[in-house]
């Protein structure tokens, strides 16, 4: 009698004991094939990683900057920071102005400020760098009102691309970071009106860059001079104080300049001071410091104090030299009259700075106390997912000239964000918080500490006359918190090749409905001529009728 065998012509117990293993599943995709051929030389690579946020920084300036004098009219706080610039230029300090005036400005008549000065509540810097394009080509175009604004916006593409890539050794990652700021609404809206939050936004994520820095160098000067002291034979006990931390300099700097166009800038500098000191801790703790946390927290922080603290403070009192060096500016002679003085242990304090001291008791009092009602105004609730944005300008036409091919045409300047990217960042954000807890992952810990230090103070206000287009000082943090999620979703070029074609078809996709919905967006960012119906389909939810 025969043998029985299957169909294949094995034996059944044969099939049964043999182990046979798994063929492993193919990984990666053809793009990722074609993407490392076309990096495979060094000069490719620098091409790239310098050549992709260039290219979006580019096309932020060109949404930014492209008919960026319409209108040629003052806008919304225009009024007060423009004339506030160029009295600033021409004096040394903000000056008063004659009822009506923001029309004869706009038509160039720019000289017909007052001697009086005029009581403002932030501090000058914001408004010295509005003057910049004035300066350089007078205020007779409204281009140059709005040019150095955006500018900042426009570099502040870039510099989040260079934050990405500190966070992430990545730089497709830092060029979708940098996208999302570039097509986004509110950050176009706020790069193209001479407000001042664009510029907190700017010199905060200087800050933040600088930071990032600061945390590579400090840890390598940390081993190197634990590695000195296990050599010779000393015990490192608290670690060393590292004096030699210009990142820290330089972050002082930047956040100082925050701090020297708003007070809320001192949110930024108070949070990232603090993560210093955290980073610190940790870093010692892993190179295993005995007394790690006494060290970084009693003998580093002073240091780092030392190093951030007073450095802001210069910065942000240099804001106030033209007032301080000319004699009209607004109670610059309070402290003159004997009354003000200040007497005991303060009377040494020059005159000048205790009239300075009490300008800003009174601008805080000013700023707690606004609670007039404003058609725009926001509760910051409801900022991450932009509930109310910002009506900036609105002009009708309704004899046939508005230019958009209907008898009526409406031009607007709105600062709803793109919702894709808005929705789906405020998303991200919560996620990270998840990812922080589950994870410890330090680039979540950064993401959210600049959310927070920009987010979370406002939260203090909730009765305070405010507005969503504040946000604009935090939305760096949002679009890395989006960009990590999205990283996630990409995946590995190593990874199974199924998921890895999953993940990049999804990116895919959501980018392109991105940029479509920015194109969608951009005529009513920008004050483009459309009809009532077109200006109405933007509206996507009932609060944001406008």
Known sequence: M???????????????????????????????????????????????????????????????????????????????????????????????????????????????????????????????????????????????????????????????????????????????????????????????????DNWVMFFALLGFWFMLLDRSHAKRVLEERLDEARAGGRDPHYGPAIWTRPWVVAAGAALGAACAVKWSGAWFLAAFGLYLVVVDALARRRAGVPFWLTGSVLKQGPVTFLLLVPVAAAVYLASWTGWLVSDGGYYRHWADEAANQASGWLAWVPHSLQSLWHYHQSAYTYHIGVHGEHPSQANPLTWLIMFKPTNIYFRAVEDGSGGCGADTCWESIIGIGNPLIWWAAAAASVYLVYRLARYREWQAGAILLGLAAGYLPWLMYLDRTIFQFYSIAFQPYTMLALAAVIALILGRRDDVRWRRQRGIATVAVFLGFVVLVSVFYYPIWTGIPVTPEFRQLHFWAPSWVT
């Open 2 to 196: 025969g043998v029985v065998t299957d169909a294949a012509g094995a034996h059944p117990a044969a099939s049964d004991d043999q182990h046979v293993e798994p063929s492993p599943e193919p990984r990666g995709t053809r793009l990722d094939a074609w993407w490392a051929r076309m990096l495979a030389t060094p000069r490719r690579r620098a091409l790239w990683y310098w050549g992709g946020p260039i290219l979006v920084t580019l096309l932020a300036g060109v949404l930014r900057f492209w008919n960026l004098g319409q209108p040629d009219t003052i806008v919304f706080d225009e009024t007060y920071y423009v004339k506030d610039a160029w009295t600033l230029l021409q004096n040394g300090y903000e000056s008063a102005w004659p009822e009506g005036a923001d029309e004869d400005f706009a038509r160039g008549d720019t000289g017909i400020f007052l001697d009086d000065p005029a009581y403002v509540v932030h501090p000058p810097l914001g408004k010295w760098m509005i003057a910049l394009g004035m300066a350089a080509f007078g205020a007779g175009d409204a281009f140059w009102w709005r040019a150095s604004t955006a500018l900042a916006g426009t570099l502040a593409v870039f510099l989040l691309a260079l934050v990405a890539r500190r966070l992430w050794p990545s730089t497709i990652v830092a060029v979708i970071a940098a996208l999302l700021l570039a097509v986004d609404g509110n950050a176009i809206v706020m790069s193209r009106v001479a407000l001042l």
